[in-house]
Structure formats: C-alpha cells, structure tokens
C-alpha cells in the first residue's frame, strides 16, 4: 500500500509545427494510500496525459511522481508497481478470459502456475466471472469484457490502479451498476486508485475525492460535497452539478449587486466578502432557487415567467425568464409532482445564503453558499 504523489506534475508536447503545447501543466496532488481519485474536466484539459505519465506510457517534461518515498518519473512502465485499465479494455482477442488475465504475470513475475492460477480464479470469483473464464473477449458481452480488464489489473495486486474512462464504453444502464461494482471492489481491496472521466456523474459519485483539471491546470482537488458547495472557482461551479450553475454578471454598486436585468441587495456580511472586485459574477444552483407563487415582495425575489418545463420524473427543470426581458432563460429545479405550466408567471428567489460570487477577471470564488444554513434545512437520518 502506498500513497502517490505527483509534484509540480508537467507536460509539454511539441507539435508538427513545432510549437508547444502545455498538456499538463504544475499539477501538484496526492493520493492518499487506499483512497480513489477521480481526476475529471473537459476533454482536452490532460487527464489521460497525466495517467499516462504517472504509467510511464508517456515522459515527464518536468516535475516528479512519487509512490510512497520513491521516485518513480524514470522507472519503466514494467517497473513500476502500477495496473492501468484502459477505455478500450486493450483484451488479446485470440487469448481466453483465463489466459488474458494469466498473461502478464507469466510475463513479468516467477509465480509458479498454481499460484497463477490461484489468483485469477480468485479475481474471476470477485468480479463474478468464474464461468467466463474459458471464453474468448469476442464472446463477451461489453459489461463480462470491462470485468475480465479489471480482473487483469486485479490479479497482479498493484500498489495503484489507473483507471481511463473505464465506463465509456457501456450503456447507461450497465454503467451506473459498474460505478456501483467499482466502487464496492475499491473499498474491499483497499488499493490506492487514479480514475480518469470527463463524467461529472462518474466523479461526484465515486471518488472520495475529485481533482478538477482544466487547460492542464489542478483547479481544484476535494471531497465531491466540497467540489460542489464550495468550488474554488466559476470553472468548478460550472463543471461539477447538473443541470449547470447559472451565472449573472454584475457590478457592485454600494451594497447591490447590478445585473442587465435585474438587482440584488447584500447583506454587509457577504457585501464584505466581494468589496473590492469591479465584477462579481453571482451564481446560483437551479435546486436552490425558489419557485413561489404571487408577486415578488423582497429584493432576493424576481417576476418571471416560465418558458420551458423538463419533467424528468423526479424532478422537473424549469426554465424562466425575467419578465422584464425574458431572453436567456435561467434554470430552476422543483419536485416532480409540482404543476407548473410554460407561459405561467411565477416568483423566483435566489436566497442569500445559497449563492455564490465569483471575481469576474479571475473567476476566483469570493464567496461560497453557506453549508451551516443548507445542514439545518434538512432532516437528519
Ligand atoms: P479526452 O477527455 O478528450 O481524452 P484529456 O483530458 O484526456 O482529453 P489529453 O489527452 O491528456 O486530454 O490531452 C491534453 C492536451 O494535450 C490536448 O490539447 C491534446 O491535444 C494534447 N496532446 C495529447 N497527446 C499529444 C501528443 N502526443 N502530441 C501532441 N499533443 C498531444
């Protein structure tokens, strides 16, 4: 068991026409031992370039990769104590699901065959394959072929495993249960755990905590509950939740906040915490604005008028707009059982302690929703 660390982490590629292209740029993280890491972000912003480095598939240009106190940025692949899982599952076609997760310990280690043999069935056992394994990958399902992939990181019982968009390939369904399996399969054997996704969805849920990438640069590392209501930033506020955070630029005037379409009075409290930007980008989540009925009556409440309702079952997403100007509809989730119609007027609050404020020229997040507030609000189990 160890925990791995990538420090001051970069990554610079030269293209065709020679210029540079800065893929991962001054990541410093660490992983603790045992805990699964959920690196997430666009595509693009040098996820997989920075699994690939810490494999060794891909050189550092600077920086340094540590497994626990070793320096591991100029092992082999071969030699470093790492078991990665590709998106593609990477399976030999012509091998058996016994052979393919046999292979690389006949390749790389002295293990006698019964003790080969031993550890796979035993991962067949835990992956629940057992009867897969005189198959062929062609004879799999995309679910039975993602378990024989993890089955052959699992069988060399690594210090770390890497994972790269290990669930792309599956449908929603099979998907959501292999999150489950994933997660369950993680916490019984304890590994520490790298995973690559560009899913929000994949990274609230099964990370203990999510590292944000963006333009190759950490933007944010923290437990998933802190990602979301705290973001470090308007980059993490908008990534990580959906639907998304919606966004009104505005200037400070006095204690209010100016918008194009609307204002809004802070209290001195939080009117401290953005004293000093030219622009405060408030930001607010669609499950914390109130839909109420009747006309507004304090300045955190706005006339709106309903344009588009999404019924998604449990919960239905309301877009509205101001009635003042209703282009550029913002978005409100209510329960499921509400009726609200589209053409409907209706109120919409946007309670102080659930907003955030961001600096408008470094997007930094100035002021976070209040969590005391939020914990008081709902029943304990
Ligand atoms: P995706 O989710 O689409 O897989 P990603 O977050 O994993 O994206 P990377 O594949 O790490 O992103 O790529 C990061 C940046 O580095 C991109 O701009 C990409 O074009 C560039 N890049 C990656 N590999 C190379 C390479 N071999 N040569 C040049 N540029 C590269």
Redesign the pocket.
């Known amino acids: 068991m160890a925990q791995l660390s990538l420090d001051h982490l970069t ?1 610079v ?3 065709d026409d020679g210029s540079d ?4 740029d001054d990541v410093t993280v660490d992983i603790e031992d045992g805990e699964f890491l959920v690196l997430v ?12 480095m810490v494999a060794g598939l ?1 050189t550092v240009t600077s920086g340094d990769i540590r497994l626990g106190d070793e320096s591991i940025a100029d092992q082999k692949p071969q030699d470093r104590d790492i078991a990665m899982v590709f998106q593609s599952y990477a399976l030999y076609p012509h091998m058996t699901v016994r052979e393919n997760m046999s292979f690389g310990l006949e390749e790389s280690t002295d293990m006698s065959d019964g003790e080969i043999h031993e550890r796979v069935e035993d991962a067949a056992d835990l992956l629940d394959i057992p009867e897969l394994l005189d198959r062929k990958p062609g004879e799999l399902s995309g679910g039975q072929q993602q378990r024989v992939a993890l089955g052959r990181a699992i069988v060399r019982e690594p210090e770390v495993f890497l994972m ?2 290990p669930l792309s390939n599956l449908d929603a369904k099979l998907r959501s249960q292999m999150r489950t399996e994933l997660q369950r399969l993680q916490e019984d054997l304890d590994t520490t755990t790298m995973y ?1 996704t ?1 899913d929000q969805t994949e990274a609230m849920t099964m990370g203990d905590r999510i590292a944000v ?1 963006d333009g ?1 640069e950490l933007q944010q590392a923290g437990t998933p509950l802190e990602c979301y209501h705290r973001p470090a930033n308007r980059f993490v506020a908008g990534f990580i939740g959906e639907p998304s955070m919606n966004f009104f630029e505005t200037t400070l005037e006095g204690d209010t906040l100016v918008a194009d379409r609307f204002e809004y009075p802070l209290s001195s409290d939080v009117c401290d915490d953005v004293a000093g930007a030219d622009g405060v980008t408030l930001g607010v989540r669609p499950e914390d604005v109130e839909v109420l009925a009747g006309e507004p009556s304090a300045g955190d409440e706005f006339a709106t008028v309903v344009d588009v309702v999404e019924p998604m079952g449990n919960e239905n997403a309301v877009y509205l707009g101001f009635e003042t100007d209703p282009t550029d509809p913002f978005v409100a989730t209510v329960g499921g059982m509400r009726q609200v119609e589209a053409g409907e007027r209706v109120v919409a609050r946007f309670p102080e302690d659930a907003i955030h404020l961001f600096d408008v020229a470094t997007g930094e997040a100035l002021h976070n929703r209040s969590l005391e507030e939020a914990a008081e609000t709902e029943p304990r189990i």
Do not use: Q
């Open positions: 990554k590629f030269t293209d292209i800065v893929a991962v972000g666009p595509s693009g912003c040098g996820k997989s370039t920075t699994l690939r891909e790269d968009e690559v560009h990438l190759g």
